[in-house]
């Protein structure tokens, strides 16, 4: 399974950023996929979650209402949009996937990880 992030880079506060998250290697064709992120000297966070089946989503509070996940199947693409960035939100940004359902990949953590992509929220 190989995971691989695009889409990073430097934006002014307000900006907006879409990132790609481009999957292969997975065998079914129903799994779950996250965007995290991890800011220097700060644990990783999650931050929004898909299941490519049937598309429900789950947002952490942080970045609800200004980031939005969504999948293309046939292009085995997931991305973040992200809008009204902050300058908080500067970070390394990772995907991952997990070939359980969401609740399950969310409680027991999910398996594959890419190597990330920088966000860098500045004047």
């Known amino acids: 399974v190989q995971l691989v992030e695009s889409g990073g880079g430097l934006v002014q506060p307000g900006g907006s950023l879409r990132l790609t998250c481009a999957a292969s290697?997975?065998?079914?064709?129903?799994?779950?996929i996250g965007w995290f992120r991890q800011a220097p000297g700060k644990e990783r966070e999650g931050l929004a979650y898909?299941?490519?089946?049937?598309?429900?989503?789950y947002y952490e509070r942080a970045v609800k209402g200004r980031f939005t996940i969504s999948n293309d199947n046939e292009k085995n693409a997931v991305y973040l949009q992200m809008n009204s960035l902050k300058p908080e939100d500067t970070a390394v940004y990772y995907c991952?996937?997990?070939?359980?359902?969401?609740?399950?990949?969310?409680?027991?953590?999910?398996?594959?990880w890419g190597h990330g992509t920088q966000v860098t929220v500045a004047l």
């Open positions: 991952a996937a997990d070939e359980a359902d969401l609740h399950a990949a969310l409680a027991m953590g999910f398996d594959y």
């Open positions: 290697g997975l065998i079914d064709d129903s799994y779950s």
């Open positions: 898909i299941n490519t089946r049937d598309g429900s989503t």
